[in-house]
């Protein structure tokens, strides 16, 4: 099952499992739609266009009270959606951003036409557009598992991209959701809380400890899915930027290592 809004796209991507993107915005956020009971939602995309109003009709109730938002992280593209619902969780050591006001350089990001690939929903107003504050309800932790009616999630701790980044597995399809951890595209350790050496050692636990159980990757940007065998050439990738034998690109002070169908942002 496929449908297209004026912003979102949804996709019934595996059995109970929507794939919810916003492709018309350069940096292309998938959200996940968990049919199940209750319903989850794996972050709230970049609050440019309402998810809500997407995630009514897929539920086929009114109320949304009983979902579960899980943020994979507190940046701002992934948290827009956050005000419209009732339960918030996300690790406990970036709770504080989820209120936390976005810097200017941001917002003048987000609202920039060049970044848009496709016209805005009509309620889109640029010159009023913000990210409304949220409050975790739940705090999680590595290792945490969180029940559902016919599948568990496991909560697995995945720092380097920033301090909280999370990954999830579903036990039930084998399925990974990645964050920003895993992707096609740049992948950020540039960023203030971004740390390449932590980001390293996820991917060498991701590989070690996980890649085996999984069967496809569910990432938060652009393509979808992802084979597991990724995981294995990022971490060498990591390794070779740590070691210093990966070539780069000065861009500013920024580094770019690039890898193929993937890229690496350092400082």
């Not at 997407?54 to 940046?75: A, C, F, M, R, Y």
């Not at 002070?253 to 890229?263: A, P, V």
């Amino acid at each position: 099952m496929s449908s297209r809004s004026s912003w979102f796209e949804v996709k019934e991507i595996l059995d109970k499992i929507f794939l919810i993107s916003e492709p018309g915005h350069t940096e292309w956020i998938n959200s996940y739609l968990l049919k199940t009971e209750p319903p989850v939602l794996i972050d709230t995309g970049m609050g440019i266009g309402d998810i809500s109003r997407v995630v009514h009709p897929l539920l086929g109730k009114e109320d949304l009270g009983d979902i579960l938002v899980i943020n994979t992280h507190s940046h701002y593209d992934h948290i827009g959606g956050n005000h419209l619902f009732r339960k918030i969780a996300i690790y406990d050591n970036e709770k504080e951003l989820l209120y936390a006001p976005q810097k200017k350089e941001i917002m003048d990001y987000i609202i920039d036409e060049k970044n848009f690939t496709r016209q805005p929903p009509a309620e889109f107003d640029p010159t009023n557009f913000k990210i409304f504050p949220s409050q975790a309800t739940r705090l999680l932790k590595d290792g945490d598992i969180i029940e559902l009616n016919d599948r568990s999630i496991e909560i697995i701790h995945a720092p380097g991209h920033s301090p909280g980044s999370i990954c999830l597995f579903d036990d039930e399809n084998k399925v990974l959701f990645s964050g920003d951890v895993i992707y096609e595209g740049p992948l950020y350790a540039h960023l203030e809380g971004s740390n390449l050496k932590t980001y390293y050692k996820t991917m060498k636990k991701l590989r070690q400890n996980w890649q085996s159980k999984i069967t496809k990757i569910l990432p938060a940007h652009n393509e979808v899915p992802l084979v597991p065998m990724v995981i294995e050439r990022m971490e060498k990738a990591f390794e070779q930027i740590l070691n210093g034998t990966a070539e780069f690109a000065l861009e500013n002070d920024i580094k770019r290592y690039s890898f193929k169908r993937f890229s690496v942002l350092t400082k």
